[in-house]
């Protein structure tokens, strides 16, 4: 069983930052992934970021130079968003995947779709 909580989302004006975090709550040994997605009105749910290792990580390219994904330890994820735009606005979720075998978890996040999600944080960008 797996929770995710997020945390950390608000209205800022266009140009600033927020921080997202994530607890990671696992009570069974998991081979698991972790990562960012969001959902603005109307469009569909879209992959943020995520990440296996602090070399290898994942980011969308609209968000590519502005986000930075970090995780310590195995049960707190953050994602640190900068410049932030309006087309930033949506609801951001903690979401995980187990990586049932695949070689990274770059490659789980392809093939499968997420087995967990967090409840949401949701981030405003106004002008």
């Known amino acids: 069983q797996v929770q995710l909580v997020e945390s950390g989302g608000g209205s800022v004006q266009a140009g600033g930052s927020l921080r997202l975090s994530c607890v990671v709550s696992?009570?069974?040994?998991?081979?698991?992934?972790v990562g960012w997605f969001r959902q603005a009105p109307g469009k569909e749910r879209e992959r943020v970021a995520t990440?296996?290792?602090?070399?290898?990580t994942y980011y969308a390219d609209s968000v590519k130079g502005r986000f930075t994904i970090s995780q310590v330890g195995a049960k707190n994820l953050y994602l640190q968003m900068n410049s932030l735009k309006l087309e930033d606005t949506a609801m951001y979720y903690c979401?995980?995947?187990?990586?049932?075998?695949?070689?990274?978890?770059?490659?789980?996040?392809?093939?499968?779709?997420?087995?967990?999600w967090g409840q949401g944080t949701q981030v405003t960008v106004s002008s």
């Open positions: 979401a995980a995947v187990h990586r049932r075998g695949r070689p990274t978890c770059g490659s789980a996040w392809v093939v499968f779709p997420p087995d967990y």
């Open positions: 696992v009570y069974t040994s998991t081979n698991l992934c």
């Open positions: 990440i296996d290792t602090i070399s290898s």
